[in-house]
């Protein structure tokens, strides 16, 4: 037997897609995987045709594939294999491609074990051996459609669940917007971070960074202006500060489906030690609240120092048993970077369009502010800013402009 992994260089070079194929839209992907070679060509020829099949020889060359791209719609296996069985393969694979819908193909001698994987959730269907083209097409039709409805369900979930925690945002920036300008600054951070962590597709991460803040809904603005400026506080009013969070519970507690989120913000103060070997969901939440941990210590940094202080990295090195140090190296590195080049425009209210951002703070002229720096204009900011009465207002903004 060739060792693992041996097989998947081979596939790679193996893989049954044409120029025009790929010229196709809407193509499924499909992972077989099977320790004869002869069964996965035959696959491959039966079912180039409407999908893009890739084959692997092994279960460690098939998690290889699903670990390096996980857009697959259906991971179809055999039972017997050496070195990783069927069950166990699509075990891991539902780990690390957790929308890919998983077929098992079994001999009558594996009944008793594919019942038990279908009971516990890990697979869509069992096909038992032998089994014709017809019924094997028919099974991977059916999981393709269950393919569609779990990303189709969990887009229009993202998609509401944004504008629900959006909603509440837009109501912090009317309401507080100091600490609507903090909660940009640290989703802007959690998201730098994330990427440079590899976790590039996580609106968990930012609707946590963004919610980090909403507490501070029923903080008195006068309270928050003390907490900019770093002013001292009354016993009472560091009472309200310390019970936001509690808020901030509240307010998430009424929306569904916010569990991991929720989970995050519970664990950021004190986050836990990562654990390597947890499941996907358990690891993203534990990165999420060593990135928000950090994420709110730099803000709180370079709010204190303010602009053209050198990198803050140094005051976070001082308490390095605070901080992850995976998460503590990717500060490192967003901080050694050259920061992008910005200009600054002035505009009249009437040139202010939504998507700029803003460079400094906009106040009235009693000094109330109204948004802080950073923050992007919204058609809700825009019609509010028309409303304020002359005389209270200069009416210029200054926007920050990628050179």
Not at 11 to 33: E, I, K, Q, Y
Request: proline share 6%; hydrophobic share 45%; with cysteine.
């Amino acid at each position: 037997m060739r060792p693992p992994g041996a097989g998947l260089a081979r596939d790679r070079g193996a893989r049954s897609v044409t120029v025009a194929d790929l010229t196709r839209p809407d193509r499924p992907r499909l992972l077989f995987v099977d320790d004869e070679p002869a069964v996965l060509e035959a696959l491959a020829v039966n079912f180039r045709r409407g999908f893009e099949v890739v084959t692997a020889t092994s279960g460690d060359a098939g998690l290889e594939y699903l670990r390096a791209q996980s857009d697959f719609a259906v991971v179809v296996s055999d039972m017997r294999m050496p070195r990783m069985d069927g069950t166990t393969f699509l075990a891991l694979a539902r780990d690390a491609a957790p929308d890919a819908v998983r077929i098992l193909l079994t001999g009558h001698t594996d009944l008793d074990a594919a019942i038990r994987v279908v009971n516990h959730g890990q697979i869509f269907r069992f096909l038992t051996k032998p089994c014709s083209r017809d019924t094997l097409r028919g099974a991977i039709d059916s999981a393709v459609i269950q393919h569609r409805l779990i990303t189709g369900e969990r887009v229009l979930l993202e998609q509401t669940l944004r504008g629900s925690i959006k909603m509440l945002v837009d109501v912090l920036a009317i309401t507080n917007p100091a600490a609507f300008g903090r909660a940009n600054q640290i989703k802007t951070r959690v998201l730098e971070l994330a990427g440079h962590l590899g976790v590039l597709d996580s609106w968990q991460l930012e609707i946590a960074a963004l919610a980090s803040q909403l507490g501070y809904i029923v903080v008195p603005h006068e309270v928050c202006e003390k907490l900019e400026h770093r002013i001292a506080l009354t016993p009472q009013e560091q009472d309200m500060v310390i019970r936001a969070p509690q808020m901030t519970e509240q307010l998430l507690a009424n929306i569904p489906r916010l569990e991991s989120v929720r989970a995050i913000l519970a664990l950021h103060i004190h986050p836990p030690r990562r654990n390597p070997a947890a499941d996907s969901a358990t690891q993203l939440i534990e990165l999420g609240a060593h990135l928000l941990r950090i994420a709110i210590d730099l803000e709180a940094i370079e709010a204190m120092r303010g602009d053209g202080v050198a990198s803050p990295v140094g005051d976070l090195l001082i308490r390095t048993d605070l901080y992850d140090p995976e998460v503590l190296e990717a500060v490192e590195r967003l901080y050694s970077q050259q920061p992008p080049r910005m200009a600054v425009k002035t505009v009249a209210l009437e040139e202010l369009a939504a998507g700029m951002v803003l460079a400094e703070d906009v106040r009235l002229a009693t000094g109330t502010l109204l948004v802080a720096r950073g923050y992007e204009v919204t058609p809700s900011f825009i019609a509010r800013i028309r409303n304020i009465p002359p005389g209270m207002f200069h009416g210029e903004f200054r926007i920050a402009i990628p050179c």
